[in-house]
């Protein structure tokens, strides 16, 4: 017995199939139980109790032939029936009701002398014919087809509450498969430092140990990955600054620029990797400031204010002070413009910054090749380039927007890339509107 309970308490199957053989249980004795009682309510009225037919006699005798009428209705009210009396030039009934074609009987099996038994309409009644009067007697009808529908009402009710029971069984039983889809979708946004808690011992229990562990390990290689990436990039550097230092002494030539933009571009990509890891720090701290974000970011723009196909800053007249590390948000706003300036194809560029209750918005418009919707879902990971023959004149080394999203999630806020090819690219940047002091 112990085995068996164990057995039921560590599989979510065998809960299961419990939950639903008590179910199938309960719902065959509510109908059993329910047609059992229509079936004795229904049989009560169908047949006529032996005693009635043994003494149909002694009942027409205490009517009378003629009739005394008032007997006949005294006898129907005593023995609950209903009781009609006819004749070639007159018809009484004791309830009036007159709910069976009395008429249209059919002959059973003969009683006595002068009284048969007869059926209509599934019924049995009992037919006397004495001195020219015909005299019918039945079972009353006390309303046995509203206790039918009480009785299958119940039942019905009965049903239901069982079928609620056994949704509340199932729904707590299923609970930690909403907490698991919850789970895998924080560790599939990045957050690998969600944990699904959870105290079960069945196979949900053990799926859920497997895909904390999972997320363990996930979080372990990153990190190891990480910590490799920040060493070789700190190893790259000494060598670099070395050859940078040797190229000084050599004389000027076309090689020797043609070498200095090589070392830089090696140099800008492993800071962006070194900065790009450290945003990606869950400890990572910034140097915040509460900035005139308008004023700031209009200064940032300035910088591209020799671009051919013109840029249009559209801003609100009130400046906001919003929270940011100014390195950091100078090197997003960066980013963001050098992406628009090499794919707006020479068109017009379009700043806005919306002041919002609670946010700012910061929008940077192109209008100029666009992204396919198969690379937009992807355009923001590390090293992720939407030109498949990764030239390097069409475009960096694929961090810039990563950088980007990282910068702005550092800040509490979100990016947010919207584009369609030959129409051009919405880059959002949503930050929350607080002051530095109340950030923390």
């Not at 085995?3 to 109908?31: D, G």
């Not at 946004?189 to 699904?196: A, E, I, K, P, T």
């Not at 900065?275 to 900035?291: F, G, M, P, S, W």
């Not at 023959?389 to 702005?408: K, N, P, S, V």
Request: a negative charge; glycine letters at 4%.
């Amino acid at each position: 017995m112990n085995l068996t309970l164990q057995s039921i308490r560590y599989s979510l199957f065998l809960r299961l199939l419990v939950i639903f053989s008590i179910t199938v249980f309960i719902f065959f004795l509510i109908i059993s139980l329910s047609l059992r009682t229509i079936n004795k309510n229904v049989n009560a009225i169908e047949s006529i109790p032996d005693f009635f037919a043994r003494n149909v006699e002694s009942i027409i005798e205490d009517i009378g032939a003629p009739p005394n009428l008032q007997n006949a209705l005294r006898l129907a009210n005593e023995l609950e029936w209903s009781i009609t009396i006819s004749n070639p030039i007159m018809r009484w009934s004791s309830d009036g009701d007159n709910r069976l074609d009395l008429d249209a009987s059919l002959y059973v099996r003969r009683l006595s002398n002068d009284a048969e038994m007869h059926s209509v309409s599934g019924e049995d009644i009992i037919k006397v014919e004495r001195e020219g009067y015909v005299f019918y007697l039945y079972q009353r009808n006390s309303e046995p087809n509203n206790a039918n529908y009480i009785v299958l009402y119940v039942g019905v009710a009965l049903a239901v509450l069982a079928l609620f029971f056994n949704y509340l069984m199932v729904n707590r039983l299923l609970d930690p498969i909403r907490k698991l889809r919850f789970g895998a979708e924080r560790l599939k946004s990045g957050d690998l430092n969600f944990r699904v808690k959870t105290d079960r011992q069945d196979e949900l229990g053990e799926l859920t140990e497997s895909i904390n562990h999972m997320a363990d390990s996930l979080q372990s290689m990153l990190e190891a990955k990480r910590q490799l990436l920040l060493a070789i990039s700190h190893e790259v550097r000494t060598p670099l600054t070395k050859a940078k230092l040797r190229l000084e002494f050599i004389p000027d030539s076309d090689e020797k620029k043609e070498l200095n933009k090589d070392i830089d571009e090696i140099d800008h990509l492993i800071a962006d990797l070194i900065e790009a890891e450290r945003l990606n720090d869950e400890h990572v701290v910034l140097v915040k400031e509460n900035t005139l974000i308008t004023k700031f970011v209009t200064s940032v723009i300035d910088y591209f204010s020799d671009y051919r196909g013109g840029i249009q800053i559209n801003c609100p007249e009130t400046d906001s002070h919003v929270p940011i590390d100014k390195l950091r948000f100078r090197l997003l706003i960066t980013n963001l413009m050098n992406n628009a300036i090499r794919h707006g194809q020479n068109k017009a560029i379009e700043v806005n910054l919306l002041h919002l209750p609670e946010h700012v918005v910061i929008e940077i418009i192109d209008y100029g090749e666009g992204i396919a919707k198969e690379h937009l879902k992807h355009i923001s990971e590390p090293f992720y380039r939407a030109d498949s023959a990764r030239q390097r004149i069409t475009g960096g080394f694929g961090l810039g927007l990563y950088l980007c999203r990282l910068i702005a999630k550092a800040h509490g806020g979100v990016l947010n890339i919207e584009s369609e090819e030959n129409i051009g690219t919405k880059i959002s940047v949503t930050l929350p509107n607080t002051k530095a002091s109340d950030a923390y």
